[in-house]
């Protein structure tokens, strides 16, 4: 095996690790940041103006995510229920 075939093996490996771990993180919703899901596959983030007009306007239509609240994904579709994961995964209502 060549050395460049090598080297885009172990590039791949660790591509298919990194990828894995990645999709483990917990989110991190930080302020001053919106969040948009335009649908399947389609999240956005960005800055948020800062001006009091821009937030008053966006707090006028917002509603707050309640506590232990699990969105989820099924048929293409997000979906959000009240409850949350168990360490194995398994959903339950506290």
Same mark, same amino acid.
């Given at each position: 095996m060549s050395p460049l075939s090598k080297t885009l093996v172990a590039a791949a490996a660790f591509a298919s690790i990194a990828? %894995? %771990?990645?999709?483990q993180v917990i989110w991190e919703f930080n302020p001053g940041m919106a969040y948009m899901y335009a649908g399947p596959g389609k999240m956005s983030?960005? %800055?948020?103006?800062?001006s009091e007009k821009s937030h008053?306007?966006?707090?006028?239509?917002?509603?707050?995510? *309640?506590?232990n609240t699990t969105f989820f994904?099924? +048929? +293409?579709?997000?979906y959000s229920v009240s409850g949350t994961l168990d *360490?194995?995964? +398994?959903?339950?209502? *506290?």
């Open positions: 990828t %894995a %771990a990645f999709s983030a960005m %800055a948020m103006a800062s008053a306007a966006m707090m006028k239509h917002a509603t707050k995510v *309640p506590a994904m099924h +048929n +293409n579709e997000l *360490p194995t995964g +398994n959903f339950y209502r *506290p």
